[in-house]
């Protein structure tokens, strides 16, 4: 008998016929999977970047000559190889070249500046990093040489692009070829080891599922960022889940709108195309019309990102006129959902934005919405419920004030989890590692509440609760309640030092174009929409709010 509700799993009940309540654990590699796809549809698209294409063929055959060449560069197994672009082709060739050496992967964030670019590197001890031109030209040049980094391979936005393509899109619109004279050209470099070597497959090195596939860096919002130790079994464990949850067939395809050195893109992404055998959609960065220029070309059917990207799409003066009925396979998670923004995206476009919940630590995901359902909304806190625990995902809410203890159905705790998924370490911080877990489950730093039959909701990140006199006030709850204004566009609420209260609430607000609302308007809907100590006491206007790469708002620079 189980001994509490989390080990009963009520939310298996909700699973849709086809998905196993159990997945078997990987026999292979990620590089594994990717040859065989490669050898299964060798002349399918694996790329579609802008209008060009490259095959599985010919990524396989450019990933080979980037090991062949990493190999004469002294690159190893367990190697680590940073890779600093934007959402380009040079990421999976460095990738599965690397891999095909048994070598590990540092996806950077190209947002970095020299001083973080600095700490990564040197944190990680890469020895090879591979980054576009205009990167190298404006913050890896100075970096690189304080840094373990040997070699730098430099590469453009404007490659696998026919001539003349960059005037096709505003995306490319500054682009330009550079060359520098101590850094290697990425396309000469693999036009050369092509020219040079005999035909090769399979990987160079034996890698296992236990081998380690990347050092995927947190975000750093609390203390400098850590490197997640992701397993290539951790990776090919949730790739699996994406395809099984959402029945990725080879009619699918994946549209690329979250950043590839994330951890949404590299599994919901990358591991997924690569695992099924499906084109990945990239467009350099995202922008709102290139991206719906491309969906209506390439018709992809499954995308995951943040909930900020479909604001943009939602809002950009194109979107009257484009189709986008193809995605029906459409996700979003890394940040919360206010209800009212899935429900306006499925009124103007008849495509339904699913939730999913998921950390770098946790390999994201692990709670999917099943596909075809409609998430229900909490009543008592407004949350949109973030999914159910996926297969093989040990979930519980843990009592905030006592870890040892679980919270009951219907009462907020901090998330915890244990699988397949969990990544297996911080890198070279054991104090780190020890900390993130407890009892052998993973401590996610977010407060959920389940409900009765298993779906969970997020109420919000443990540490940016908001102490209003006394009372606990989720910036999340405040914020969906904004979203219902029709001339919200994006919204963001921090708690401020407070003199009698302790902490108030300030709300931070990006309007529509052509709309306008007067602060006292705004704080008086709220105040008719949510309890009295809840609602905002200041609302400050900006064009638009501060963000990370991967959509999520930067709540401490707007305290300031």
């Not at 190893?76 to 934007?86: E, H, L, N």
């Not at 003349?164 to 995306?171: H, M, Y």
């Not at 099943?370 to 996926?390: F, K, M, N, R």
Request: net charge negative; aromatic share 10%; with cysteine.
């Amino acid at each position: 008998m189980p001994s509490s509700v989390y080990e009963s799993k009520p939310w298996l009940d909700l699973y849709a016929d086809y998905v196993p309540k159990q997945l078997p654990p990987p026999e292979k590699s990620m590089i594994d999977l990717f040859e065989e796809s490669a050898a299964r549809v060798p002349d399918h698209d694996a790329v579609r970047y802008f209008d060009a294409t490259i095959s599985f063929a010919e990524l396989n055959r450019m990933s080979e000559a980037f090991a062949a060449r990493l190999s004469s560069w002294g690159v190893r197994k367990g190697d680590r190889v940073a890779i600093y672009t934007q959402n380009n082709p040079h990421f999976l060739i460095a990738q599965y070249g690397a891999w095909k050496l048994g070598a590990i992967v540092v996806p950077l964030n190209p947002m970095l500046k020299a001083r973080e670019l600095d700490y990564h590197l040197n944190d990680s001890g890469a020895k090879v990093l591979v980054c576009l031109e205009n990167l190298y030209r404006d913050v890896a040049r100075e970096v690189a040489p304080n840094t373990p980094v040997e070699r730098v391979v430099t590469g453009s936005e404007l490659d696998f692009l026919s001539e003349g393509a960059a005037s096709e899109t505003s995306v490319l619109a500054d682009a330009e070829k550079l060359n520098f004279d101590e850094t290697e050209d990425f396309m000469q470099t693999i036009s050369d080891a092509i020219a040079n070597a005999p035909e090769d497959s399979g990987s160079s090195t034996p890698v296992s599922p236990d081998d380690i596939a990347y050092l995927v860096y947190t975000s750093g919002t609390t203390g400098k960022p850590k490197g997640a130790v992701e397993l290539h079994s951790n990776i090919a464990f949730n790739a699996e889940v994406y395809r099984t949850w959402m029945q990725i067939g080879d009619d699918d395809s994946v549209f690329g709108i979250a950043p590839l050195f994330h951890i949404t893109g590299i599994v919901g992404h990358v591991a997924l195309a690569a695992l099924a055998g499906v084109p990945l959609v990239l467009f350099h960065r995202f922008d709102p019309s290139e991206a719906l220029r491309l969906i209506e070309k390439w018709r992809p059917t499954m995308t995951i990102g943040s909930i900020t990207v479909f604001i943009s799409l939602l809002n950009s003066p194109e979107s009257g006129s484009r189709d986008l009925s193809s995605l029906e396979k459409c996700y979003s998670g890394g940040a919360p959902i206010a209800p009212s923004i899935p429900e306006q995206f499925e009124k103007k476009f008849g495509v339904y934005i699913h939730n999913a919940y998921g950390l770098t630590e946790s390999n994201s995901p692990t709670h999917f919405v099943p596909w075809g359902t409609h998430a229900p909304v909490d009543e008592s806190s407004g949350a949109l419920a973030v999914g159910v625990p996926v297969p093989n995902c040990e979930a519980r809410l843990l009592k905030i004030e006592d870890p040892s203890e679980e919270a009951p159905v219907g009462e907020p705790g901090e998330f915890a989890a244990k699988g397949p998924m969990i990544f297996a370490e911080y890198w070279n911080k054991p104090e780190a590692s020890e900390k993130a877990f407890h009892d052998g489950y993973f401590l996610t730093g977010d407060v959920a509440v389940m409900d009765e039959e298993g779906w969970f909701y997020i109420v919000d990140r443990k540490k940016d609760m908001i102490n209003a006199g006394g009372y606990k006030v989720w910036p999340r709850e405040v914020e969906d309640v904004l979203y219902t204004h029709p001339a919200v566009k994006e919204a963001a609420v921090v708690g401020m030092p407070d003199e009698y209260r302790g902490e108030t609430v300030k709300a931070f607000v990006a309007l529509k174009d052509g709309e306008s609302v007067s602060e006292e308007d705004l704080i008086q809907y709220c105040k008719e929409n949510m309890a009295a100590y809840k609602y905002p006491r200041e609302i400050e206007f900006r064009d638009e709010l501060p963000k990370t790469a991967t959509g999520k708002f930067l709540r401490r620079e707007l305290r300031g």
